[in-house]
């Protein structure tokens, strides 16, 4: 059964960094997903792309609200995505939460469903 497992967050003061991963687990040497994202949902808040890269890794695309200071990347021998985040800030606060999708060759942080399966998520909070 293919798992994806999001792990790396925790607490760390602004300005600081995290790595985060999202692992395909159970999917032997390739992956069944085309594509794979990070999104976000701070509490009482929607769910928000922040960015997305391809299985065959010709493609990446990040939020406006992340640029210049995330960055997703992958392993393909590792079935890991990662998404390295600097100068983190208290409104990055939020569970990150990794979707594979089975259906678009391409990404997009603005089509929610194109993924079609979740991880279980990893919290990230920026606080002083």
């Known amino acids: 059964q293919v798992e994806l497992v999001e792990s790396g967050g925790g607490l760390v003061q602004p300005g600081e960094s995290l790595r985060l991963s999202c692992t395909t687990s159970?999917?032997?040497?390739?992956?069944?997903?085309?594509?794979i994202a990070w999104f976000r949902q701070a509490p009482g808040k929607a769910r928000e792309g922040v960015a997305c890269i391809t299985s065959d890794n010709n493609y990446a695309e990040h939020a406006d609200a992340i640029k210049n200071r995330f960055m997703i990347s992958r392993d393909s021998a590792k079935n890991t995505v990662y998404l390295q985040m600097h100068n983190l800030k208290p409104e990055d606060t939020a569970v990150y939460y990794c979707?594979?999708?089975?259906?678009?060759?391409?990404?997009?942080?603005?089509?929610?469903?194109?993924?079609?399966?979740w991880g279980q998520g990893t919290q990230v909070t920026v606080s002083s």
């Open positions: 159970g999917s032997g040497a390739t992956t069944p997903y085309r594509a």
């Open positions: 979707g594979g999708t089975t259906i678009a060759g391409m990404c997009s942080v603005n089509i929610e469903r194109w993924y079609d399966d």
